[in-house]
């Protein structure tokens, strides 16, 4: 990450907007980073790189061969999503503003600017909105077929180090057939610039899958699923890792009107995340660190898929201006160390994200010794609509508004859910959530709008813009 970004595509995470970007580029950014986002998850290669990152918090080798990868899909994802993100402008606001975005791009960010340029035999051809939207789908699909490799022909469970993916793909013959970077090129440059050069579409069709599976979701996933197979074949904790990553492109996305507005959140991406995490080894420590507390609350990690018999309970707090996150972890194959850490501690309780709670919200509030019981999504909210939709049927929603976000909130029987979205959401929340009986209603209680947004501030806090900013010390 640098300085100065205005957005962030976090693979299964889902995409962060800076929050201080100014409203008339908000959409432009989400469609930019929407389209990173469709040409990861609906092809092969996109996806097996989508999986390794997934795992590469808990296997070092699947984040090395994941940048190594990556190196090789950069250059086009970004020359798309660039092109792509001026012609919905165009689309969506005449050929004259399109021109004049193009030149404050010129202004504003050189590289990209770069990369827009690079396709001026595609962008060159507008004069109309017409033509815009005819070659958004043609530049989508061109990208989407360079991005679905034949990954059975890449040897992935040999793939060990850097050197290993580089050596394979310095072979010239490997690149024009596997490297989506290489592959966009020589497929724009066949259809679309009027020369002799880099046309070899023998080898990219070679490398391919086949053209009538370009839109078979399943079998794409497939495809993936299957190197991801390969890549752990020896590894001590392979069903784990396979297990972890068997989601991955498989969710259907859901569309309506202004769902791109809900696609992304608004995230503080430019600001210092770093915190440190320090490991707890036991639970009277634990409860010793939650007691020295002035406010007492314990965050309770979401399990993450593959590891569900282990659970990651947190107390947030800042000495000498270092953010510390006490960190203890029990092994469990049911819930009944949980359930009786939530019947015995004297806090509140601060749940990341709703796979517990949508099974066990009734018990816990029954439990639990202080309400409400609060959770936070950090991911994009469309991600998890109809489960949030269906959890708070019948309930309640508010906003609490900021100068830059809005901090929404759901209620419904002591369980309040909160999470971050554009101020400009709430009118297509407000349309929305009528399908779920939720009912709005403003909040006066000045006490809990102050817990709520000191939560929100120290979830956000603790959410790294980049892995590196989480640093365990002794």
Not at 122 to 142: H, Y
Not at 242 to 264: N, W, Y
Not at 458 to 463: A, G, I, R, T, V
């Amino acid at each position: 990450m640098s300085i100065g970004d205005e957005g962030q595509f976090r693979f299964t995470n889902g995409t962060a907007i800076d929050s201080g970007l100014n409203k008339d580029r908000i959409l432009d950014v989400i469609n930019h980073e929407f389209t990173h986002s469709l040409l990861y998850s609906t092809t092969s290669y996109g996806q097996f790189v989508m999986m390794l990152e997934k795992n590469g918090i808990l296997d070092d080798r699947s984040n090395v061969i994941k940048n190594a990868l990556f190196s090789y899909i950069g250059r086009m994802q970004e020359r798309v999503a660039v092109n792509i993100e001026l012609m919905l402008r165009c689309v969506s606001r005449g050929v004259s503003d399109y021109i004049d975005a193009i030149g404050s791009l010129k202004m504003r960010n050189n590289v990209y600017y770069n990369h827009f340029r690079k396709l001026c035999c595609l962008n060159g051809k507008i004069s109309e909105q017409e033509d815009a939207k005819q070659l958004i789908q043609i530049l989508r699909e061109t990208a989407r077929v360079a991005l679905n490799v034949d990954l059975s022909k890449i040897p992935v469970g040999e793939f060990r180090a850097e050197k290993d993916v580089i050596k394979f793909f310095n072979n010239p013959i490997n690149t024009v057939r596997y490297s989506p970077n290489k592959r966009f090129e020589t497929l724009i440059n066949l259809f679309f610039r009027e020369n002799d050069n880099n046309n070899d579409f023998h080898s990219v069709y070679e490398g391919s899958l086949s053209l009538d599976k370009m839109d078979d979701v399943q079998y794409i996933h497939g495809v993936a699923m299957d190197a991801i197979e390969e890549m752990y074949a020896f590894h001590p904790i392979k069903d784990r890792l396979v297990t972890r990553v068997e989601s991955v492109g498989t969710k259907q996305a859901i569309f309506f009107e202004g769902a791109e507005l809900l696609s992304a959140k608004p995230a503080r991406i430019n600001e210092n995340k770093e915190h440190f995490i320090k490991r707890i080894k036991t639970l009277e420590e634990f409860i010793q660190i939650l007691e020295q507390q002035e406010r007492k609350y314990v965050y309770i990690l979401n399990r993450i898929r593959g590891f569900e018999d282990f659970q990651v309970i947190c107390v947030y707090d800042e000495k000498e201006g270092k953010r510390i996150s006490y960190s203890y972890m029990f092994f469990e194959e049911d819930n009944q160390t949980l359930f009786d850490i939530l019947k015995s501690f004297e806090c509140h309780f601060v749940f990341y994200k709703t796979k517990f709670l949508c099974k066990e919200s009734n018990a816990v509030r029954k439990m639990v010794r202080q309400l409400p019981v609060y959770m936070y999504e950090d991911t994009p909210l469309l991600s998890s609509f109809d489960v949030i939709g269906q959890m708070f049927y019948g309930g309640k929603y508010s906003y609490i508004r900021r100068k830059n976000d809005t901090i929404l909130v759901f209620q419904k029987r002591s369980i309040c859910l909160f999470t971050n979205i554009f101020i400009e959401s709430e009118e297509i929340l407000n349309r929305e959530l009528k399908q779920f009986s939720i009912e709005y209603r403003d909040m006066y209680d000045k006490r809990q709008i102050s817990e709520i947004m000191y939560l929100d501030k120290m979830c956000n806090d603790y959410e790294g813009n980049v892995i590196e900013d989480a640093k365990l010390i002794e």
